[in-house]
């Protein structure tokens, strides 16, 4: 059974940083990939990077690209959102996927996605 729980979101300042982390775990023969996702208030959620499990290629959606790293360990089927450098326009609920693999990242578009955790709150104050 696919299992997806974040943990890590919280109030930070403009400029500050925050790292999410992800306890997944069920993967199956077909499920080889990780995303983060977030959803802004009043906004459609919106993919911000995802990660190859076994090649280790990753993505990222421009609004985040050198700010945000996304990183696995398969051991410990664990995946991290490193958040640096982050704006008010990064307030949103973060949620992290199972997915099949890795596709566009587009708003709107939920990719692949075999499993859902239920969100944590990350506030950027200005």
């Known amino acids: 059974q696919l299992q997806v729980v974040e943990s890590g979101g919280g109030l930070v300042q403009a400029g500050g940083s925050l790292r999410l982390s992800c306890a997944a775990s069920?993967?199956?023969?077909?499920?080889?990939?990780v995303g983060w996702f977030r959803q802004a208030p009043g906004k459609a959620r919106e993919e911000i990077s995802c990660?190859?499990?076994?090649?280790?290629?990753?993505e990222y959606r421009d609004a985040v690209k050198g700010r945000f790293t996304i990183s696995l360990d398969n051991a410990k089927n664990t995946v991290w959102l490193q958040m640096n450098s982050l704006k008010p326009e990064d307030t949103a609920v973060y949620y992290c996927a199972i997915k099949y693999t890795c596709g566009p990242l587009e708003t709107g578009v939920e990719y692949g996605v075999a499993a859902w955790g239920k969100g944590t709150l990350v506030t950027v104050s200005s």
């Open positions: 069920g993967f199956t023969f077909n499920t080889d990939a």
């Open positions: 990660m190859n499990r076994r090649g280790g290629g990753s």
